[in-house]
């Protein structure tokens, strides 16, 4: 399977079978602009439609202060309520598309994972923390929480109870 050149994502095939994806924006801590939405649900589709020779994806940040600081702040600033909607619109589908991909998603979180970043995280099928992570929902004090995660940390939590 081929995937487009993405403006905010890099990836890689590093091993047989094995999607490595980073978000690529290390000089705001990778957090999510529109167009890094956009590419996430896109590549999400894509994969979840035809996987490929892919059994796994790794997703991390690129640099190594964060794996996501959450959502672009700075872009969000001169929004208007009818655009920041469509684009927090557009981070659900994205975040709900890892949960529909039929492959195991390893989130690898190489620093500071904070708001979405520690939903996205949260979405995946497993946790890989680095010593140096750090992970809050600092979209509390915004008053911008929806827990979007919070569902899939439920099943995730019950499921692995189970097992236990």
Same mark, same amino acid.
């Given at each position: ?8 994502? &890099?990836?890689?095939? &590093? ?5 490595? &994806? ?5 000089? &705001? /801590?990778?957090? =999510? ?8 649900? !896109? *590549?999400?589709?894509? $994969? ?23 959502? !672009? +702040? ?6 208007? /309520? ?8 557009? =981070?659900? /589908? ?5 949960? !529909?991909?039929? $492959? ?20 995946? !099928? ?7 992570? /750090? =992970?809050? +929902?600092?979209?509390?004090? *915004?008053?911008?929480? *929806? ?13 692995? $109870?189970?097992?236990?």
């Amino acid at each position: 399977m081929h995937l487009p050149a993405y403006e905010t994502l &890099v990836y890689e095939t &590093v091993e047989q079978h094995v999607l490595l &994806v980073r978000l690529n924006r290390p000089e &705001v /801590r990778n957090a =999510f602009n529109t167009a890094m939405g956009r590419e996430l649900l !896109d *590549l999400w589709s894509r $994969l979840t439609e035809h996987a490929g020779d892919w059994r796994c994806v790794v997703i991390t940040g690129a640099g190594d202060q964060a794996f996501c600081a959450g959502a !672009d +702040l700075k872009e969000r600033n001169g929004m208007t /309520r009818e655009t920041w909607r469509a684009q927090h619109e557009l =981070f659900e /589908r994205a975040f709900w598309a890892v949960g !529909d991909l039929p $492959l195991p998603i390893i989130a690898a979180v190489n620093g500071a994972a904070y708001a979405g970043g520690l939903e996205l995280a949260l979405m995946c !099928d497993f946790i890989y923390a680095a010593r140096s992570a /750090r =992970f809050a +929902l600092t979209e509390v004090s *915004l008053g911008t929480f *929806l827990a979007r995660a919070q569902p899939r940390a439920r099943w995730v939590s019950q499921r692995w $109870l189970k097992s236990s």
